[in-house]
């Protein structure tokens, strides 16, 4: 069992920047992929970033790409999702998910979530 915590989101005009975090608890965290993805309002959960605990690998989604890092500090337990450069449709609300597969881009194959933390860009 993996217990997810996001929190960081805010309100924020467009070039702004934002990091948040996601405090994961559980035995065995250490062995899932963590991926971040978000969902605005009348749309389907996307993919936004992901990365396998051990930090060997990341995947991004090309909206994010070159503007969002995805990190993880193992001694807090703590994966971050900092996003740079923000832009008005980067407004959703953003949620932390943990799998026992390889990174992987669906949602579907995301055991635990998060309740989410929104995020909103001004223009």
């Known amino acids: 069992q993996v217990q997810l915590v996001e929190s960081g989101g805010g309100l924020v005009q467009a070039g702004d920047s934002l990091r948040l975090s996601c405090v994961a608890s559980?035995?065995?965290?250490?062995?899932?992929?963590m991926g971040w993805f978000r969902q605005a309002p009348g749309k389907e959960r996307e993919f936004v970033a992901a990365m396998p605990w051990n930090g060997a690998s990341t995947n991004y989604a090309d909206s994010v790409k070159d503007r969002f890092t995805i990190s993880r500090d193992i001694a807090k337990n703590t994966v971050y999702l900092q996003m740079n450069s923000l832009k008005p449709e980067d407004t959703a609300a953003y949620y932390c998910?943990?799998?026992?597969?390889?990174?992987?881009?669906?949602?579907?194959?995301?055991?635990?979530w998060g309740q989410g933390t929104q995020v909103t860009v001004s223009s």
């Open positions: 998910a943990a799998t026992r597969l390889p990174i992987t881009t669906s949602p579907t194959n995301y055991n635990y």
């Open positions: 559980g035995r065995t965290v250490s062995s899932y992929a």
